[in-house]
């Protein structure tokens, strides 16, 4: 009984204990709701600052005295009647922007010109417009490209990084902002029709070969590669290959550098009046042959080997222009080809009537030559001349080779005063893709310049002759099915080429020349010896029949 007497009492103290315990719980969040804003005062008066309830749209220097105790009860509902007239620092459209200019003069403090680099010996150097690489290197000794400080923070050339840092790349001779040049990835992913479910991993420009293995029928005589830039200076839209801003662009497998597409002759046409010298306008198909274009220009003879036509874009690969600017068909549409391949090309590399040499030993005491000289004039300003070379009329032309290549100057013969191709050289190192070592089959193999027969037949087991990749598509000393392919047959002992080269083939003729004459001289002399023998045995004969008795 009086167990249960004490349990009934502790359970009616339970409800005032736990009253009491909310009282006293309630009593503590007053407090602290008291004390917090005096606290936060107290704090804002030792910081030096005062938190208003609302933002500030216009802070002053000071703390606010009198903070606005909340948002404005009836905001604007229309924009304001006078806006800033001040332009937006980034525009929506990339097209609207101006275009990019150098400055006059501005100081280079990149590299080893930046004050506080401390390899710098003479800190940031002046520049006037847009300097050449040999400027650029004394900076940044890893220049590939030239380029300028512009003129305004944001213009058109600018893309990626580079927008909005008052900077640019620049062509020197024209003094132009440009956009970046193009680069292909180290490393990408080709989804392209067969490969759109597994991905072919490629690295920097592929061969024609990796590409038709996702694409079959790929027939476009360039590879492509995707680029670390999404627009960027060998992007040329054409008919139904959009490239701008989309991240690729077309390159060369052995140079591993970017492009822009090959130049493509319309299907048809028209030549206006102010195309034609002889002022009457025409239509044309493809590349014409010379009879059709002497419609239009009466200059072309049936001796000429190429035409021109207008082209499916408007910049393309083979565009260049003339030295002295007379002829520029860059981002002009037209373009020289050949009627007989029906392939548009570079024209063909012409001397200068007169050019000066102001090179080696000539720097000082300059030597004006005309045309194509021979070795022997060269030798005078170059000891180590191996063959003729002169300037080009155009900057860049056909003839050029890897060492020439849009120079303004290219080997030539001095008979024609034409251009020449260089002698073929070896890659230095390149890969083998024949036989086993072919794409798609098995593992490239990787050489270095003239290789040995038995280095060749790790790949190919039924070769029997070295060859190796040349450095230029085209050269002299390629024969056969070799001319224009990038390769040439080449002995593994002299690394030089294995057949015999046009001036051999002059040296063998002249060779040929004297002996035969020799020849023929001892054939001439012993042909008179023989009959003045003759006839001395004759005037014997009848000599001793004079002399007989009766």
Known sequence: ???????????????????????????????MVMIFPIVGALIGVVSGQTTSHAPTHAPTHAPT??????????????????????????????????????EMTWVNSDGLCDIENPASDYGGIRMRGCPALSELTLCD???????CETNTTHCKQQYGSLLGQKWAYCNPKSGEAELPPCTCKSRWHNTDKVCQNKSMSLGGCPTLEQIRLCDPDYDVVQPWCETNE???????????????????????????ITELPACECQSSWWASSSDCSSGVGSTFFACPSTKAIQSCDKAYTSDDEQTWCMTTRNRCREQTVKDDGTEDMRNDTWAYCNPATGVAERPDCACKDNWVHAENKCAANRLIIEGCPTKSVLLRCDYTAEESWCDTTFV??????????????????????????GLCECEDTWYNRAGSCAPGVGQEMSLRGCPTVAELRICDPAQDT????????????????????????????????????NSDIKVAIATSVVVTFMFCGLLVCAALYAARQYRYDIYSYYAGIDTLPA
């Open 1 to 31: 009984e009086r167990e249960r007497e004490r349990e009934r009492v502790e359970d009616n103290r339970t409800p005032d204990r736990f009253a009491a315990h909310s009282r006293a719980k309630g009593s503590a969040m007053k407090m």
């Open 65 to 102: 005295h009198a903070p606005t105790r909340a948002p404005t009860h009836q905001p604007t509902h229309v924009p304001t009647p006078n806006p800033t007239s001040v332009p937006t620092a980034a525009p929506t459209h990339h097209s609207q922007l101006p275009d990019c200019a150098c």
């Open 141 to 147: 000794v890893d220049a590939r490209h030239s380029y």
């Open 230 to 256: 999404a627009r960027c200076k060998e992007q040329e839209d054409g008919p139904g290959d959009t490239m701008e801003g989309m991240g690729w662009a077309y390159c060369d497998a052995d140079t591993q």
């Open 396 to 421: 860049s032309c056909k003839q050029q080779n890897h060492k020439s290549d849009e120079s303004g100057w290219s080997y030539c013969d001095p008979e024609t005063n034409m251009g020449e191709y």
């Open 466 to 501: 070295a060859w190796c990749q040349s450095k230029d598509k085209r050269c002299k000393g390629q024969v056969g099915n070799e001319v224009g392919q990038g390769w040439f047959a080449c002995d593994s002992e002299t690394q030089n080429h294995a057949g015999k080269t």
